[in-house]
T-cell receptor
């Protein structure tokens, strides 16, 4: 069983929809949680970074962490075609070694 | 501020050959990590270097090696290439690699092994 599980999709939504992306994990030692966005032929870029349980908002993006359930989510409000990409959850205990989910491929249709 | 630069961006090799990939981190960043990305396995950690020392290593065979130079630039080498080594190899840098530091990734080097 993988340490981090993420539904690979693909997920297709109309422009303006609210998108919900989720990951579950099994290692209770994970302390830091991230969401990366990866466009085709590019490297992952950091979207959100959280340490504790709760919500963190940045513009149209909201990250949620529930350590008790070992579950993290990313919500995208008013989704745009430019949001079409692969979204990767990532987490770590300490240092810089990240454990990634498989990634969810999202398409936002105009 | 320049980002993480990886060279070459694309390369094709044949089985049994070896390959060297290069990574120039963001100026001031001293930690460099390498990841392998494949459709089946996703992103997997290869190794991390800090101040020219390997600080952490993932579960890859000894054919995968790396090093870091005094200017923080890093190289990774894969010897005796196998078809399964075809992947996107990503380099990421951070200031110190400590738990609070975030990683910034380069665009990757896409290796195809024929």
């Amino acid at each position: 069983q993988k340490e981090v599980e993420q539904d690979p999709g693909p997920l297709s939504v109309p422009e303006g929809a609210i998108v919900s992306l989720n990951c579950t994990y099994s290692n209770s030692a994970f302390q830091y949680f991230m969401w990366y966005r990866q466009y085709s032929r590019k490297g992952p870029e950091l979207l959100m970074y959280t340490y504790s349980s709760g919500n963190k908002e940045d513009g149209r993006f909201t990250a949620q962490v529930d350590k008790s359930s070992k579950y993290i989510s990313l919500f995208i409000r008013d989704s745009q075609p430019s949001d079409s990409a692969t979204y990767l959850c990532a987490m770590k205990t300490s240092g810089s070694r990240l454990t990634f989910g498989e990634g969810t491929q999202l398409t936002v249709n105009p | 501020k320049a980002g993480v630069t990886q060279t070459p961006r694309y390369l094709i090799k044949t089985r049994g050959q070896q390959v060297t990939l290069s990574c120039s981190p963001i100026s001031g960043h001293r930690s460099v990590s390498w990841y392998q990305q494949t459709p089946g396995q996703g992103l997997q950690f290869l190794f991390e270097y800090f101040s020219e020392t390997q600080r952490n290593k993932g579960n890859f065979p000894g054919r995968f090696s790396g090093r870091q130079f005094s200017n923080s630039r890093s190289e990774m080498n894969v010897s005796t290439l196998e078809l399964g080594d075809s992947a996107l190899y990503l380099c990421a840098s951070s200031f110190s690699g400590s738990r609070a530091n975030v990683l910034t990734f380069g665009a990757g080097s896409r290796l195809t092994v024929l």
